[in-house]
C-alpha cells in the first residue's frame, strides 16, 4: 500500500487554503481599488470612498472590476481631513457593506490597500479614538494606504485610512471614525442629483421590510439599469429617515392617502406616480410601470402646476410608513393574486436552488466554495419567500373567517395544506 508523502499533503493543504482565501476574499479586492497614489474603496454599488488629503480632482477615473470607469465628486468632508465621496459611473459594482455600529477598544480591525502600490492586507486591533470622529490602531498604514478602509471582523467598513505615526517605532495608524463616514456616505446618496438621462426613483424602505431588500437586491444586480435608485430608509432606533426632505417632498408631490402608503413605497421623483409593494415576481410589472411615469413625465404631463402642500403626518412628513401594512385593499382577489405571485416566485427559486446545487456537486474545491455562497444566499431568500406565502394564507384565512364563504373555505384548506407540504419545510 502506497503511503501519501507529509510534505505532498502539507503541499496540497496550502494549495487549498490560497484558494479559498482566493475566492472569500475576492470580493473585498475588487471593491478596493488604486485612486491615483491613494486608494478608494466601493460602498452602496455606486459610490467610491477615499481621503481628502489626496487631492484627486473634481472628475477622475479609476480602473474597476475590469474596466476604466469614471467618477464625479459628490461629497468633501468640512474637516482638515476625511472621507472624499465620487459617485462612480454605471454599476452597481462590488461593494463593501457598512457596519451598523461604532467599533469598540480592543475589537479586532484590519486596513485594506496599496501602500508603496502593492496589494495588502494588515491587520491590528482598536486602541483608541471615540469610534465616532476617529479610530485609532496598533498596526501602521504606508503611504499609498489613504483613502482605503479599515474594516472590522465581520469585513464590514468602519473608517477611512487617514495617516500613519511618523516615529516608525510607533505602531499608530489614523483613521476616520464610523460616525464620520457613514454620514459622508449618506450624504453623497441624498445630495448627488441624476444625470438628466437616468430618471431618479426614490424607495422609501426599512431595515424589517422584507420586500425592501429584496427591491435593493434586484437594483444591485442590474435589472434596472436605466434608472438611478435612492433609498430613503428609515431608522427604527432613533425614528428618523436617511433623507426626511425627500419624504416631504414626495407627500407634497403626490397627496398620498396615508392609509394607503406602506414600505416600500417607490416613487418617481419629479412626479405624482408612486406604488407600494414589490416583489421579485412583480420586477417585469415594476419596470414596466416605471418606463410608463417616466414617459408621462418626459412629455411633460406632470409637475406644470405648483401642487397644493397637504398636511403631512406629524406636521413635517417625517412619520414613516406603517410596517407591516398591506397595498390598499381590493378585495379577495387581490390576495389570491399576490399568494399565486409569490407561489410562483418561490417555484423559480426552488429551480434555482437546484441549478446551484448540481453545479456544487460537478465543480472543484474552488467551485463548491463559490457554490456554497451562492446556496446559503438561496436558503435566505427562500426562507423569505415562505414568510411570504404564509403570511398570505393567513391574510385570506382571516378574510374568510368574516365572510360567509364556506366553500371557498374548504378550498383555501387544500391550497394552504399544498403550500405547507410543498414549500414550508
Known amino acids: 500500500m502506497k503511503h501519501t508523502h507529509p510534505k505532498l499533503l502539507i503541499a496540497g493543504f496550502l494549495l487549498f487554503i490560497c ?40 472628475t477622475i477615473s479609476v480602473a474597476l472590476q475590469g474596466k476604466t470607469v469614471a467618477a464625479k465628486r459628490a461629497y468633501v468632508t468640512q474637516r482638515e481631513d476625511g472621507p472624499v465621496v465620487f459617485r462612480l ?15 469598540k477598544i480592543g475589537d479586532a480591525v484590519y486596513s485594506l490597500g496599496y501602500p508603496g502600490g502593492n496589494w495588502a492586507r494588515i491587520e491590528g486591533e482598536v486602541i483608541g479614538g471615540n469610534g465616532k470622529d476617529v479610530n485609532y490602531t496598533n498596526h501602521r498604514i504606508a503611504t499609498g494606504n489613504s483613502g482605503g478602509p479599515l474594516l472590522n471582523a465581520n469585513g464590514e467598513v468602519i473608517g477611512v485610512a487617514l495617516y500613519v505615526a511618523k516615529d516608525i ?60 435608485f435612492r433609498f430613503v430608509k428609515w431608522n427604527e432606533e432613533t425614528k428618523t429617515w436617511s433623507h426626511p426632505d425627500l419624504y416631504r417632498e414626495f407627500w407634497k408631490s403626490c397627496r398620498p392617502n396615508p392609509d394607503d402608503i406602506a414600505f416600500p413605497t417607490i416613487w418617481v421623483q419629479g412626479t405624482d406616480r408612486y406604488r407600494v409593494g414589490y416583489s421579485a415576481a412583480q420586477r417585469g410589472g415594476l419596470l414596466n410601470w416605471i418606463a410608463r411615469a417616466v414617459q408621462h413625465l418626459l412629455e411633460g404631463l406632470f409637475g406644470k402646476n405648483e401642487p397644493i402642500k397637504p398636511p403631512l403626518p406629524d406636521g413635517d412628513g417625517t412619520q414613516p410608513p406603517p410596517e407591516n401594512k398591506s397595498p390598499p385593499d381590493d378585495g379577495t382577489k387581490r390576495l389570491l393574486g399576490k399568494l399565486i405571485s409569490d407561489v410562483t416566485a418561490l417555484r423559480d427559486d426552488a429551480k434555482k436552488t437546484k441549478a446551484d446545487f448540481q453545479q456544487f456537486q460537478e465543480s472543484g474545491v474552488v467551485g463548491k466554495i463559490k457554490a456554497i455562497a451562492r446556496l446559503k444566499s438561496d436558503k435566505n431568500v427562500a426562507l423569505e419567500r415562505v414568510e411570504a406565502v404564509k403570511s398570505d394564507v393567513a391574510s ?23 403550500v405547507h407540504r410543498r414549500f414550508a419545510s
Not at 459611473?89 to 467599533?103: D, F, M, N, Q, T
Not at 450624504?187 to 438628466?196: D, K, N, W, Y
Open 19 to 58: 484558494a479559498a482565501n482566493g475566492t472569500l476574499f475576492g470580493a473585498e479586492r475588487d471593491a478596493v481599488v488604486k485612486v491615483g497614489g491613494c486608494t478608494g474603496f466601493v460602498v452602496e454599488g455606486d459610490l467610491l470612498v477615499t481621503a481628502k488629503h489626496c487631492k484627486h480632482p473634481e
Open 89 to 103: 459611473a454605471g454599476g452597481p459594482y462590488e461593494s463593501l457593506p457598512v457596519a451598523r455600529e461604532k467599533p
Open 169 to 228: 517605532s510607533v505602531h499608530r495608524s489614523g483613521f476616520a471614525g464610523w460616525t464620520v463616514t457613514t454620514n459622508a456616505i449618506r450624504a453623497a446618496q441624498s445630495g448627488e442629483t441624476a444625470p438628466s438621462n437616468r430618471p431618479v426613483i426614490v424607495v422609501f424602505s426599512s431595515e424589517r421590510c422584507a420586500p425592501c431588500r429584496q427591491l435593493e437586491r434586484d437594483v444591485q444586480a442590474g435589472h434596472f439599469r436605466d434608472y438611478d
Open 396 to 418: 385570506l384565512r382571516g378574510r374568510f373567517r368574516e365572510e360567509p364563504l364556506q366553500f371557498l373555505w374548504g378550498l383555501l384548506g387544500i391550497l394552504s395544506g399544498l
